[in-house]
């Protein structure tokens, strides 16, 4: 069991450190991005009251987006109130109609999230949100860092955003199968507890470990931080694994059932992610592991049997070894006792035995000469 546990929170470490490194890497190459002077220049003369449309603005999204087209939603340029002026995908916008008018302010994200960007505007850091869903139910996670007059490197003048489908997560979680032994998996879980990740039951996506409250359910939903679905269908029942969950700064490892094993208990191993208030739990069936143990008891009981049959034998043939000369000479006695006092015992060893046979015929020979 400790070797399990060391094993499953070596791979949860592992499994954690990769989605940091997913979440910093692209937060410092968003950062890196918003330094080309196209976007700076567009920016900034949005800010000097020049709306007039770039191409080349637009190129240079799509071409940011190429890098990773299966997970990148969308590129973005946002000015200092949140309006959306340039989008790739471009977003069909009618005639006389400006994309600020199309597009929502902060991409329609809740106020939470559009807070975060407003402080990465004040503080000039990049800003990560959590998994939120689209009226679609497409869970999203959106990147935004400042971009700065093309003059003033101190002068924010709006974001520049990429928008991530969420799914790139069960990716990264899926990888991570068997990495800490047979059977074992990990599950990535945010600050609701919501599952972001699961590395063998898809089914879980986006539903939390155990139910919430009605007033709880309807708030994230409110919010974009849950799919909108029935109430009855928004968990997996799991509350022990929750509770165990909430306490895994004082409990990193603990013992608890998962949908993806049915009644099998697992063992867990629980670490936390840096960037964001999440965290990875590594499960592996108890029965897996701990059959190892199961295994060298079964062969230590064979072994240990063949060793008692062994012995058995072997004392039973030294039994008859060392009884044999003595219930021989014992009949012998009995015939010389019955009067027949010609019969000699055989000496066939230097032992006891052999002496007591030399005494005992010394004997019989005395008293046939005194007859």
């Known amino acids: ?206 539903k939390t470990v155990a139910p919430l409250s009605i007033e709880e359910f309807e708030r994230l939903i409110d919010d974009g931080r849950l799919p909108n679905l029935p109430y009855e269908e928004h968990s997996t029942d799991l509350p022990d694994l929750s509770e165990k969950l909430s306490n895994t700064r004082v409990e990193p490892f603990f013992t608890a059932i998962d949908v993806a094993t049915g009644d099998r208990i697992n063992q867990v191993a629980v670490a936390k992610i840096d960037t964001i208030p999440w965290q990875v739990g590594f499960f592996q069936p108890r029965d897996v592991f701990l059959s190892i143990a199961n295994q060298q008891t079964r062969n230590a009981i064979l072994f240990l049997g063949i060793i008692a049959i062994i012995i058995t034998v072997l004392s039973y043939g030294a039994t008859r070894l060392i009884s044999s000369p003595i219930i021989q000479l014992t009949e012998l006695v009995e015939h010389v006792a019955a009067g027949n006092l010609t019969l000699q015992v055989p000496v066939l060893t230097k032992d006891e035995i052999g002496r007591l046979a030399t005494s005992f015929n010394a004997m019989t020979s005395q008293i046939r000469s005194l007859l």
């Open 1 to 206: 069991t400790q070797a399990a546990n060391s094993s499953l929170l070596m791979t949860g470490s592992q499994t954690a450190n990769q989605i940091d490194t997913f979440l910093e890497s692209t937060k410092e190459n968003l950062i890196a991005e918003a330094q080309f002077t196209g976007l700076r220049e567009y920016l900034t003369n949005i800010e000097n009251g020049d709306f007039a449309f770039s191409g080349d603005v637009a190129v240079t999204l799509a071409t940011l987006a190429s890098k990773d087209p299966t997970h990148i939603l969308s590129y973005a340029l946002l000015d200092r109130d949140g309006g959306v002026h340039v989008t790739f995908p471009v977003t069909p916008v009618p005639q006389g109609v400006d994309t600020v008018d199309v597009v929502p302010a902060f991409m329609g994200v809740n106020f939470t999230v559009e807070d975060g960007m407003r402080t990465s505007l004040i503080s000039g850091l990049p800003y990560v949100s959590p998994v939120l869903f689209d009226e679609n139910e497409q869970a999203k996670i959106f990147f935004v860092t400042p971009v700065y007059d093309i003059l003033d490197h101190s002068s924010p003048v709006g974001l520049l955003l990429v928008e991530y489908d969420a799914i790139i997560l069960q990716r990264l979680m899926e990888n991570q199968n068997e990495l800490a032994g047979i059977d074992s998996f990990g599950v990535l879980f945010d600050e609701n507890q919501l599952h972001i990740a699961h590395g063998t039951d898809p089914s879980t996506l986006y």
